[in-house]
């Protein structure tokens, strides 16, 4: 069960990874957790976050948004980025990130996933096969639900390094 917790790759945040280098190894599809991940929780989408989905864009990758939020916080973040999305993915369970795949023709080892919680991105993403990035949360002003797993998500982190 570990094993299934450690991210494929890590990155200090969602606009310092090397999306070239992906796409160079195949990579088609980029899936995003939002909150945490792309912007602080519950902020819109910022002109960082704007240019970076466009610059994807531009580099012919597939871009969806996949979050255990609710409809009203998804769809108007994903509508101001133009990009696809899930919303009540029911993350960890792999169905959202598979039916993502499925509308880009996609296989598992084509598309990414980049989120900031190991319970529910990094397990999500390992259980549905797809390339899964950690990185560092944007911000420490979270759900209490969230504040309550990060000491545990710390020590895991410690075991799978230590693996």
Same mark, same amino acid.
């Given at each position: 069960?570990?094993?299934?917790?450690?991210?494929?790759?890590?990155?200090?945040?969602?606009?310092?990874?090397?999306?070239?280098?992906?796409?160079?190894?195949?990579?088609?599809?980029?899936?995003?957790?939002?909150?945490?991940?792309?912007?602080?929780?519950?902020?819109?989408?910022?002109?960082?976050?704007?240019?970076?989905?466009?610059?994807?864009?531009?580099?012919?990758?597939? &871009? %969806?948004?996949?979050?255990?939020?609710?409809? +009203?916080?998804? !769809?108007? =973040?994903?509508?101001? /980025? #133009?990009?696809?999305?899930?919303?009540?993915?029911?993350?960890?369970?792999?169905?959202?990130?598979?039916?993502?795949?499925?509308?880009?023709?996609?296989?598992?080892?084509?598309?990414?996933?980049?989120?900031?919680?190991?319970?529910?991105?990094?397990?999500?993403?390992?259980?549905?096969? &797809? %390339?899964?990035?950690?990185?560092?949360?944007? +911000?420490?002003? !979270?759900? =209490?639900?969230?504040? /309550? #797993?990060?000491?545990?998500?710390?020590?895991?982190?410690?075991?799978?390094?230590?693996?």
């Amino acid at each position: 069960m570990l094993e299934q917790l450690r991210p494929c790759m890590t990155a200090k945040n969602a606009y310092d990874i090397d999306y070239k280098m992906l796409r160079r190894n195949n990579v088609r599809l980029v899936m995003f957790d939002i909150d945490n991940t792309l912007v602080p929780h519950g902020c819109t989408a910022d002109q960082k976050c704007r240019d970076l989905i466009k610059r994807l864009k531009d580099m012919g990758f597939h &871009v %969806i948004l996949i979050s255990n939020a609710k409809k +009203s916080r998804v !769809e108007p =973040f994903a509508r101001s /980025i #133009k990009a696809k999305y899930t919303y009540k993915a029911r993350k960890p369970k792999p169905k959202a990130y598979r039916a993502a795949m499925r509308s880009c023709r996609t296989r598992p080892k084509q598309a990414i996933y980049i989120g900031d919680q190991i319970f529910t991105d990094m397990l999500g993403a390992n259980r549905a096969g &797809v %390339i899964s990035c950690l990185v560092d949360p944007i +911000s420490p002003n !979270e759900g =209490f639900e969230i504040r /309550i #797993k990060r000491p545990l998500e710390r020590l895991v982190m410690k075991l799978l390094k230590t693996k």
